[in-house]
Every structure is written in structure tokens, then in C-alpha cells.
């Protein structure tokens, strides 16, 4: 009996997807997901994906949001971009 196979492509990505100015020595502060998080390119900006309940760490810049929450800058998968934190 002959057997056959198929192989699926390995994707080929264009540079790094985490720069090295971008990598995480000493993170500012961690901040706990409780539930899914949109993040953004910038504050105000375009969405550009989710962040599952986790652990973040964050660059150290912040933005005002409207009454009630800020704009804080984390690390992901992506590289640094923005999420929006209601305030308590």
C-alpha cells in the first residue's frame, strides 16, 4: 500500500516581529487582564487585536483617556501598543 504525505509551508516573516529596542529588561509595572482587552497603535487609534485574561507588562507611557480610564502602553506579541484602562 503506498502512502502519501502533505506538508504545509512554513511562513516566511519579514524581520523580527519583536525589535530589540522593543524587548522587556525590567518592565514598569504589570498589570492583570481580568478579560479580553482590545489593543491599539495608538491611543484613540485603530484596533489592532485582543489580549486574552493575562499578566502585561508596560513600557511606562501613559495617556489621558476620557473621565474614568487611561491610555497605557504594554508590550505584546505585535510589539508596544496601547490599551484603554477604566479607572475604579
Given amino acids: 500500500m503506498e ?3 502533505t506538508t ?3 511562513p516566511v516573516i519579514d524581520g523580527p516581529i519583536i525589535k530589540a529596542d ?3 529588561l525590567n518592565p514598569t509595572r504589570l498589570i492583570e487582564l481580568a ?3 482590545y489593543f491599539y497603535d495608538m491611543p484613540n487609534g485603530k484596533p489592532l487585536g485582543t489580549l486574552g485574561s493575562q499578566k502585561v507588562d508596560t513600557t511606562g507611557n501613559e495617556a489621558p483617556g476620557v473621565i ?3 491610555w497605557i502602553e ?3 506579541w505585535l510589539g508596544k501598543a496601547w490599551i484603554y484602562l477604566e479607572t475604579e
Avoid: M, N
Fill in 3 to 5: 502512502t502519501t504525505s
Fill in 8 to 10: 504545509t509551508p512554513i
Fill in 22 to 24: 522593543e524587548v522587556v
Fill in 35 to 37: 478579560k479580553s482587552t
Fill in 68 to 70: 474614568g480610564g487611561q
Fill in 74 to 76: 504594554v508590550y505584546t
